[in-house]
């Protein structure tokens, strides 16, 4: 696995980086977007408990794991759709949904990208 993280060229590297940034700034909206609604903090961690998977698909580069993820990501996408059209003009919803566009873009490239470097490592 250390081996495979040392291998990986300028664009999946750069992804990787993206993916993460994405990742926590979309953690940050969700926890926002509970706490905006005085919800409870067992509130913030069921919404959030599903982005946890990324961790355990970029922990272990597994791009397996991350298309699962990307699948996690649609349910996000239509929430986040939901709010937009409900909450009109609410900056924090259209950031949402702006964010799981982009972490979904991003994973779809690293995915790409990274597959092809594995195969042609092997």
Known sequence: MATQAL???GLTQSMWWLM???WLV???QQSADVERF???LALVGLRCLPLFL?????FRDS???LIWYELVLLFYFISAVEAVFAYQADWLSIAGLALIVLQFTFCLVYIRYRGREL????
């Open 7 to 9: 291998n990986r060229g």
């Open 20 to 22: 993460w940034l994405t």
């Open 26 to 28: 979309l953690l940050m």
């Open 38 to 40: 005085s919800g409870t």
């Open 54 to 58: 990324f961790l355990l698909c970029v």
């Open 63 to 65: 791009l397996r794991l």
């Open 119 to 122: 195969r042609q490592e092997s």
